[in-house]
C-alpha cells in the first residue's frame, strides 16, 4: 500500500575540525547548535591533530553538548600517534556510531562509509604495476574500497548517505595543488559508490582548499564539507542536506 511520500531527514555534515591538546572548547556552539537545523550529524574525519587522547576528550567535551545522532568517520590524523582503534572507541563510547565496516540506519535512511584512500583519479589513478612497494600501496586502497563497499552493500533502504574523508572525486579538490591530488583521494571509491543505485549523497572531507560540490560519473551528489571549505560559504560550521 502506497503510504505517500517519505520524510527528508535533514543531514549536517562537518569534516576537519582538527582539535588540537590546548584547545578550550573549540566546537562547543557548532554541537550546541546542530539540533536546531538537522537530525543527523555526519563527522567526516580529521576531528584531531594527532589523534591524542588528550585532543579526543576535549572534542568529546563539546559532542556531549550535541542533542541529535551522530555518524562518524576517522581521517589520516586520527592515525598519525598510531591509536586509531583507542580513538574509534573513545568516539562510540561518547554515542558516535563510528563506520569501520557497519552501516546503520536512523529513521529510514541509511548511513554507509569509511575514512578512504589516496590513489588519484581517472586516467592518473595509480595502478598496480611495477616495484612490490607501488602493488603494496595499491592493495590498501582496493582493501579499504572493499571495506566501504561492504558497508554500503549491507544497507537496505532506499535513502543511503556515504560518509568518507578522502574524496571519491577529482570535482572537490579542485583548487587544491594539481601536484597533491592524487593524495587527496581515489577514483575507486567512486566506482564503488556508482555500483548502488540506493546512494542519495557522499559528504567527505580532507581537501580544505577543494571545491565544495562535484559528483560521481554516475551522477551521484558528491560535497565537500571541510570546515574550511565551509567557512567560504558562510558562518555555519556545517552544511545540511535533506535526504
Not at 557548532?30 to 580529521?46: K, N, T, W, Y
Not at 573513545?90 to 554515542?95: F, P, S
Request: proline share 5%; net charge negative.
Amino acid at each position: 500500500m502506497d503510504t505517500g511520500p517519505k520524510k527528508k531527514l535533514r543531514v549536517a555534515a562537518v569534516g576537519d575540525l582538527h582539535v588540537g591538546e590546548n584547545h578550550d572548547r573549540p566546537h562547543r556552539g557548532l554541537f550546541e547548535q546542530v539540533h536546531e537545523d538537522a537530525d543527523v550529524l555526519c563527522l567526516c574525519g580529521d576531528l584531531t591533530n594527532f589523534g591524542k587522547t588528550r585532543e579526543v576528550e576535549i572534542l568529546l567535551e563539546d559532542i556531549r553538548a550535541c542533542k541529535i545522532p551522530m555518524v562518524g568517520v576517522l581521517g589520516n590524523h586520527e592515525h598519525e600517534c598510531g591509536q586509531p582503534e583507542h580513538v574509534t572507541k573513545m568516539l562510540c563510547d561518547a554515542g558516535v556510531k563510528m563506520l569501520t565496516g557497519q552501516a546503520y540506519e536512523i529513521e529510514g535512511v541509511g548511513f554507509a562509509g569509511g575514512k578512504g584512500f589516496v590513489g588519484g583519479f581517472g586516467r592518473y589513478m595509480l595502478s598496480s604495476f611495477g616495484e612490490s612497494s607501488i602493488k603494496t600501496f595499491v592493495q590498501e586502497a582496493v582493501e579499504d574500497a572493499n571495506l566501504i563497499e561492504n558497508s554500503i552493500r549491507t544497507l537496505r533502504t532506499e535513502r543511503s548517505v556515504v560518509l568518507l574523508h578522502y574524496s571519491p572525486v577529482v570535482d572537490t579538490v579542485v583548487g587544491e595543488p594539481p601536484e597533491i591530488h592524487a593524495f587527496l583521494g581515489s577514483s575507486r571509491l567512486a566506482e564503488t559508490i556508482d555500483r548502488y543505485d540506493n546512494i542519495s549523497l557522499v559528504v567527505h572531507g580532507h581537501a580544505h582548499r577543494g571545491a565544495p560540490e562535484g559528483k560521481t560519473h554516475k551522477g551521484t551528489p558528491v560535497y565537500n564539507v571541510a570546515l574550511p571549505v565551509l567557512r567560504t560559504l558562510g558562518d555555519t560550521p556545517y552544511r545540511v542536506f535533506e535526504v
